[in-house]
C-alpha cells in the first residue's frame, strides 16, 4: 500500500511540473514581441528604423535599429497567404540588403525554414531543466523504496510454496519404502477427508519426522505427500531461517505459518530441521542465541494456543540424536517414519522405477542387480543406473546391458578402472595371488558370502579387489560369520606370505577392518568365550559437535590386557584358518593366479566354475566368456604411483568389496 502510494503521488507530481513548465513557456514567449500590421512594417522600413524582418512562412519578425533596455525591439506581424515578401518589398523600391541606421528603403531579408518547430523546440529547452530534476528524483525515490522493501522484507520467510494443481511426484514413484508410505498415507488422507476422522474424535497430526541416512529419499516422500494430497506445499531448508542477527529466524518462521495458515489445509516441509533443531543448552551461545530463538518460536507454532489450524508440518533429518526433546514430543512431531537403506526386495523396486522408460537389455536381471549392491540407498542405485546409461552412450550402444551394469556397480563402489597404472610383473603377480587368496577362501567357508568378481586392475586407490554376491539378505551376524569373515580378511595376507615368504604393503587395509571387527566382537558385541557377554567402555559425545568425541573406559587395566588378549586369539586364529584353507587349495590358488594374471577379471560363472574345477583341468577352457574390452597398454612415460606393491586401498573395497564391512549393530553396510 505505502508503495503504491509512492508511486502514484510521484506521477502527480511530475504532470504538475509538466504543466508549470509548459505554461511558463507559453506565458514568457507571449509577452516577448508586439503584433502590428504588415502595412506598419513597410512604412518603418521606407523610414529607415528596421534593420532586419526575418520570414517565417507567414510569420515575420522585425528587429529595429531602436534599443529598449540595451535590447532590440521586436514587432511580429503576418502576410496573406502566397505572399511573396522579397517580391513586395523589391516593387516598392525596398533594397534587401545593406541595412544601416538611418537609411531609407533598405532592409536585411532572413529567410527560416523552420516547419513550425521553432516553439516546440524553446518549450523542449524550458522543460530540459524540469525533467532532468524529475529523473534524478526518480532515481532517488526509487533506491530509497528498495532500501525500503529489502529492510521490510528481512524477516519474511523464504520458503518456496508449489501449489497442488499440476502433480509431478506420486506414491508410484516411490519404492522400496512400504512402512514409511503406509505411515504417510494417512497423513493425505487427513488432508483429503479431515470430517472422517473429525466424526471419530481423532485430530490432526501436526508434524512428520523423517529420519534416515542421506540418499534414502526423505525429500522425495515429502513431495509425494504434497502430489498426493493436492494441497499448497512450502519448501523451505532449515538454515535459511538463521541470520547472523538475533531475531530473524523467529521472524521468518512467524511469516512462515501466518502463509501457511492463509493457503491451509497444506504442507510445510523443513529439511535439515538440524540445523536450527538442536537441543538448546548445549551450544555456545546464551538464552539469546539465534538457533534458539528460532527453535523457541518454531515450538511455539506447532504446538501453541492456536490448534484449529489444518497445517501439517513434515521434517527430514539424519541426525535425529541431536534434536530438542521439546521439539519430538507428542503434539509437535506425532509420528516418526524411519527410512532406512532398503533391503534386497526393496533396492529391485527401486531398480525397477529407475530401469522404467530406458533401453534395457533381455540380459538384464535387477533381482541380480540388487543382491550385489547391499547397503546401497536409493540416491545409489540412481546414480548406478545412470552411470550404466553413460557408459552405454560412452560405447555406441542403443541399449543397456548386463556389461554396463555389472561395471557401474564397480565404478560406483570403487571408482573407474585405472588402465594406465604402471605396475610390474611382481606387482601384478603379488596382486593376483592377494586377491586369489580373498576368493579362494570365501569360496570355500560355509558362512561366507560367495564371491561374485575377481579383478586386479585398479580402482581408485585399490590396486585390485574382490567383491561378493550373497546368497540372501541378512540384518544380524553370529559369531561363526565374523569369524569366517575375519579369516577371508586375511586371506591376501596368507596368501602372500605362503607364496612370496613374506607380506606386502597391500593387506594394510585388510588389517584395519580385522582389528577393528574383532575388538567390536570383543567390546560391543559380547562374543568372547573368555570375556562373557559383556560390553566394555562408554563412548562420549558433545550433541552440538554431533559426533563421538572420547570414549571413556569403566574397565580396569588387567580388563585391558585380557581384551587386548582375546582380539590378538580371534585374529591369530583367523590367520591360522586362512593359512590351513589355502594350502590345502593352493593348486586352486595357483590356477586362480594365473587366470587373472591372462584375464584380470573373473567374474560370475566364469569365476565359480574355476574355483569347482578340477585343478588339473587346462584353463581357460574353449568357452570361457572373455572380457569384452581387451586392457590398455601401460605407458612406459609414467612412473609406478608408490612402489611396492600398492597404495593401502579405500576402507572396505580390498577384500570384500563393499559387501561384508560391519555397522555398530553387526548388519551389512557399504
Known amino acids: 500500500m505505502y508503495s503504491r502510494w509512492m508511486r502514484n503521488g510521484f506521477i502527480w507530481l511530475l504532470v504538475v511540473v509538466a504543466a508549470i513548465a509548459i505554461g511558463f513557456a507559453f506565458l ?46 521586436e514587432r511580429a506581424s503576418k502576410v496573406a497567404e502566397n505572399t511573396d515578401v522579397a517580391t513586395f518589398l523589391s516593387d516598392r523600391g525596398i533594397e534587401l540588403s545593406g541595412a544601416a541606421p538611418g537609411r531609407a528603403n533598405v532592409v536585411n531579408l532572413d529567410f527560416k525554414e523552420s516547419g513550425g518547430l521553432g ?73 483429503k477427508y479431515p470430517e472422517k476422522f473429525a466424526a471419530l474424535g481423532a485430530r490432526i497430526p501436526k508434524g512428520v519426522l523423517l529420519v534416515g541416512p542421506p540418499g534414502t529419499g526423505k525429500t522425495l516422500l515429502s513431495r509425494a505427500v504434497a502430489g498426493e494430497a493436492g494441497v499448497p506445499f512450502f519448501s523451505i531448508s532449515g538454515s535459511e531461517f538463521v541470520e547472523m542477527f538475533v531475531g530473524v529466524g523467529a521472524s521468518r518462521v512467524r511469516d512462515l505459518f501466518e502463509q501457511a495458515k492463509k493457503n491451509a489445509p497444506c504442507i510445510v516441509f523443513v529439511d535439515e530441521i538440524d540445523a536450527v533443531g538442536r537441543q538448546r543448552g548445549a551450544g555456545l551461545g546464551g538464552s539469546h542465541d539465534e538457533r534458539e530463538q528460532t527453535l523457541n518460536q518454531i515450538l511455539v507454532e506447532m504446538d501453541g494456543f492456536d490448534t484449529g489450524t489444518n497445517v501439517i508440518v513434515i521434517a527430514a533429518t539424519n541426525r535425529p540424536d541431536i534434536l530438542d526433546p521439546a521439539l519430538l514430543r507428542p503434539g509437535r512431531f506425532d509420528r516418526k517414519v524411519v527410512l532406512d537403506s532398503p533391503d534386497v526386495r526393496g533396492r529391485e523396486a527401486i531398480l525397477g522405477v529407475h530401469l522404467k522408460g530406458k533401453p534395457v537389455g533381455e540380459d538384464v536381471v535387477p533381482a ?91 580402482r581408485g586407490m585399490a590396486g585390485g579387489y574382490t567383491r561378493f554376491l550373497p546368497d540372501e539378505e541378512t540384518h544380524y551376524r553370529t559369531r561363526d560369520m565374523f569369524r569366517d569373515q575375519l579369516c577371508t580378511a586375511l586371506g591376501g595376507h596368507a596368501a602372500e606370505e605362503i607364496v612370496f615368504g613374506e607380506a606386502s604393503t597391500g593387506p ?64 591369530e586364529e583367523a590367520q591360522g584358518r586362512a593359512r590351513q584353507v589355502l594350502t590345502e587349495r593352493r593348486d586352486v590358488l595357483d590356477k586362480l593366479a594365473a587366470a587373472l594374471l591372462e584375464a584380470e577379471t573373473l567374474e560370475g560363472e566364469d569365476l565359480t566354475r574355476l574355483l569347482e574345477s578340477d585343478p588339473a583341468e587346462p584353463w581357460p577352457p574353449p568357452d570361457l566368456k572373455r572380457r569384452a574390452e581387451p586392457p590398455a597398454e601401460p605407458r612406459a612415460e609414467e612412473p609406478a604411483d608408490v612402489p611396492g606393491f600398492r597404495p593401502a586401498p579405500k576402507p572396505g573395497l580390498a577384500w570384500e568389496g563393499g559387501a561384508q564391512a560391519t555397522t555398530d549393530g553387526g548388519g551389512p553396510a557399504r
Open 508 to 571: 594394510s587395509n585388510d588389517l584395519e577392518q580385522v582389528t577393528r571387527i574383532a575388538r567390536s566382537m570383543v567390546t560391543r558385541w559380547g562374543m568372547s568365550e573368555r570375556l562373557g557377554p559383556r560390553t566394555f567402555g562408554r563412548s562420549d559425545d558433545l550433541v552440538f559437535l554431533g559426533r563421538e568425541i572420547s570414549e571413556t573406559r569403566n574397565y580396569s587395566e588387567k580388563i585391558a590386557e585380557e581384551i587386548d588378549d582375546e582380539v590378538r586369539h580371534l585374529i
Open 119 to 191: 516553439p516546440w523546440l524553446g518549450l523542449l529547452l524550458n522543460l530540459f531543466p524540469f525533467l532532468l530534476f524529475g529523473a534524478f528524483l526518480l532515481l532517488i525515490m526509487r533506491q530509497a523504496q528498495g532500501s525500503n522493501s529489502q529492510a521490510m522484507s528481512f524477516g519474511r520467510s523464504r520458503a518456496r510454496l508449489f501449489t497442488g494443481a499440476k502433480v509431478t511426484v506420486t506414491f508410484m514413484d516411490v519404492a522400496g519404502a512400504d512402512e514409511a508410505k503406509e505411515e504417510l498415507v494417512e497423513v493425505v488422507e487427513f488432508l
Open 368 to 458: 541380480t542387480l540388487a543382491r550385489s549392491t547391499p547397503g546401497f540407498s536409493g540416491a545409489d542405485l540412481a546414480n548406478l543406473v545412470n552411470e550404466a546409461a553413460i557408459l552405454a552412450a560412452r560405447r555406441n550402444k542403443k541399449i543397456i546391458a548386463m556389461d554396463e551394469f555389472e561395471e557401474a556397480v564397480d565404478r560406483v563402489i570403487a571408482g573407474p578402472e585405472r588402465k594406465s597404472r604402471v605396475m610390474s610383473e611382481h606387482e601384478k603377480r603379488l596382486t593376483a595371488y592377494h586377491e586369489g587368496g580373498h576368493t579362494v577362501i570365501a569360496h570355500f567357508l560355509d558362512k561366507h558370502d560367495p564371491p561374485h568378481k575377481v579383478t586386479i586392475v585398479s
Open 28 to 73: 514568457s514567449g507571449g509577452d516577448s514581441r508586439t503584433e502590428v500590421p504588415f502595412g506598419q512594417l513597410v512604412g518603418d522600413i521606407e523610414t529607415g528604423q528596421i534593420e532586419t524582418l526575418e520570414v517565417d512562412g507567414r510569420d515575420i519578425t522585425a528587429i529595429y535599429f531602436q534599443q529598449v533596455n540595451g535590447e532590440r525591439v
